[in-house]
C-alpha cells in the first residue's frame, strides 16, 4: 500500500512562527504536492514538485515555501504564521506519469493563534 | 480555468437505498477520473479511478464515464450510514499535467 506519512498531525502555533511541515511517501513517487482545506473552498494546491530541488507554485502559493532534497521528502515551510493559515494541510503523491492517482497523507492540522 | 462541478448537497437517501453522485467537467481533453471519499476530520481516500467510458464495478461502488457528455458519475448500492462521507471527484488535465482538478465534494448523508 501506498503510505504518505505526515509526522505533525496537530500544531498549534503563535503568530510570527516558522512552521515546518513534513511529509515522507515510500512509494518511489515522483510527484509530490501540498494542499490546504478550507470548509466550503475545497482543495486548494499550495505547491508541486515533481523531482527533486524542483517545485512549482500552485494556486495559493503565499506565504509559503517548500523543501524537497530527497524524492521521498516534501516540507511545507510557512516563513512567519498568521492566523489566516489555520487550516488542515494534506501532503500528496504521485507516479512521475500524467493522469496518475494522487495519494493523500493523513493530513496536519495547524492552528495559528 | 479548467473546472470540475458538484452538487454540494447534502444528498440524504435511507438505509439501503442507490445513492448516485455527479461530476461534470469543462476540459474535454481530460482522460483520468477518480472518486475519493472523505470523512469528516480525515484525509480523501481512493474509491475508484476510471479512464474508460462506460461503468466500472467494484464492490458496492460503480463509476460511470461519459466522455461525450463529458460527466462521470459514483453509484453507491445498499448504501449504508457508514457511507455518509464527502465525495470529491478529481479529473486529470489534459496536456500531460501531472495536476488533477478536485471538485469541492458532494456530502452524503445515510439515515437509518
Known amino acids: 500500500d501506498v503510505k504518505v506519512t505526515q509526522s505533525s498531525r496537530y500544531l498549534v502555533k503563535r503568530t510570527g512562527e516558522k512552521v515546518f511541515l513534513e511529509c515522507v511517501q515510500d512509494?518511489?513517487?515522483?510527484?509530490m504536492f501540498w494542499y490546504r482545506q478550507d470548509p466550503g473552498l475545497g482543495l486548494r494546491l499550495i505547491y508541486f514538485s515533481y523531482d527533486v530541488k524542483m517545485k512549482e507554485k500552485g494556486d495559493i502559493p503565499e506565504g509559503y515555501s517548500v523543501s524537497r532534497e530527497k524524492k521521498e521528502r516534501f516540507s511545507l515551510i510557512l516563513e512567519s504564521a498568521s492566523t489566516n493559515q489555520t487550516s488542515m494541510y494534506l501532503c500528496a503523491s504521485s507516479l512521475g506519469s500524467a493522469g496518475n492517482t494522487i495519494y493523500f497523507g493523513e493530513g496536519s492540522w495547524l492552528t495559528v493563534v | 480555468q479548467k473546472e470540475v462541478e458538484q452538487n454540494s448537497g447534502p444528498l440524504s437517501v435511507p438505509e439501503g437505498a442507490i445513492a448516485s453522485l455527479n461530476c461534470t467537467y469543462s476540459d474535454r481533453g481530460s482522460q483520468s477520473f477518480f472518486w475519493y471519499r472523505q470523512y469528516s476530520g480525515k484525509s480523501p481516500e481512493l474509491i475508484m479511478s476510471?479512464?474508460?467510458?462506460g461503468d466500472k464495478e467494484d464492490g458496492r461502488f460503480t463509476a460511470q464515464l461519459n466522455k461525450a457528455s463529458q460527466y462521470v458519475s459514483l453509484l453507491i448500492r445498499d448504501s449504508q450510514p457508514s457511507d455518509s462521507a464527502t465525495y470529491l471527484c478529481a479529473v486529470g488535465q489534459s496536456g500531460g499535467s501531472y495536476i488533477p482538478t478536485f471538485g469541492r465534494g458532494t456530502s452524503l448523508i445515510v439515515h437509518p
Open positions: 476510471i479512464y474508460s467510458n
Open positions: 512509494m518511489d513517487h515522483e510527484n
